[in-house]
């Protein structure tokens, strides 16, 4: 059974830090791809920083320069290091990995999301 686990989501003042961990596990299929969204309320959920296999990075404009996504291929492993933390970054942090089937499908798991809340 396939698991996507998130973790270190909390409450930060505005201009601090956070590091959030996502592990996914229980797949045959290697990962293609592993990635962060968040939804705040009332609003849609979008894209925060996407990471490949091959090393592509894609960052919404909103988090450019101030989030950072990795990963520990080892531990299929993924990591959003968030500095300059604001209150509009308030939101439920979701992570999803695609692992591939073969070429061209991927099949995409999500996490069950982690709050993060930005107030001073």
């Known amino acids: 059974q396939v698991q996507v686990v998130e973790s270190g989501g909390g409450l930060v003042q505005p201009g601090g830090s956070l590091r959030l961990s996502c592990a996914a596990s229980?797949?045959?299929?290697?990962?293609?791809?592993m990635g962060w969204y968040r939804q705040a309320p009332g609003k849609q959920r979008e894209l925060v920083a996407t990471?490949?296999?091959?090393?592509?990075?894609n960052y919404a404009d909103s988090v450019k320069g101030r989030f950072t996504i990795s990963r520990d291929n080892a531990k299929n492993t993924v990591y959003l290091q968030m500095n300059s933390l604001k209150p509009e970054d308030t939101a439920v942090y979701y992570c999803?990995?695609?692992?591939?089937?073969?070429?061209?499908?991927?099949?995409?798991?999500w996490g069950q999301g982690t709050q993060v809340t930005v107030s001073s």
């Open positions: 990471l490949t296999s091959g090393g592509s990075t």
């Open positions: 999803n990995a695609d692992f591939q089937k073969e070429v061209g499908i991927n099949l995409r798991y």
């Open positions: 229980g797949s045959p299929f290697s990962i293609f791809a």
